[in-house]
Nanobody
Framework: QVQLVESGGGLVQPGGSLRLSCAAS????????MGWYRQAPGKERELVATLSTIGTTLYADSVKGRFTISRDNAKNTVYLQMNSLKPEDTAVYYC????????????WGQGSQVTVSS
């Protein structure tokens, strides 16, 4: 049984910053990838950023240079520092755990609303 608990969403003005956190608990494999996806109204869920236990990082082009993903492997926690936020970053952000290596199980957090508006 694996659980993901997110925190840190909210309302911020354009140009502002927010930090999301996601803590995983339960049967976590040594090799895994944790990351963030987002879904805006009327759009499909899309990758924002992921970071594996072996250091592989992937960012969506739209957030490169503004968002930074990091993790604390000892705490099975992943963070997403979001700077220079834009209205188009408004979405529900979902934490994701790909538990395993080549063959993995997908787990999702409950979702955190991020709203960028003046």
């Amino acid at each position: 049984q694996v659980q993901l608990v997110e925190s840190g969403g909210g309302l911020v003005q354009p140009g502002g910053s927010l930090r999301l956190s996601c803590a995983a608990s339960g049967s976590i494999f040594t090799i895994n990838a944790m990351g963030w996806y987002r879904q805006a109204p009327g759009k499909e869920r899309e990758l924002v950023a992921t970071l594996s236990t072996i250091g592989t990082t992937l960012y969506a082009d739209s957030v490169k240079g503004r968002f930074t993903i990091s993790r604390d492997n000892a705490k099975n926690t992943v963070y997403l520092q979001m700077n220079s936020l834009k209205p188009e970053d408004t979405a529900v952000y979902y934490c994701n755990l790909k538990n395993g290596g080549t063959r993995y199980y997908d787990y999702w957090g409950q979702g955190s609303q991020v709203t960028v508006s003046s």
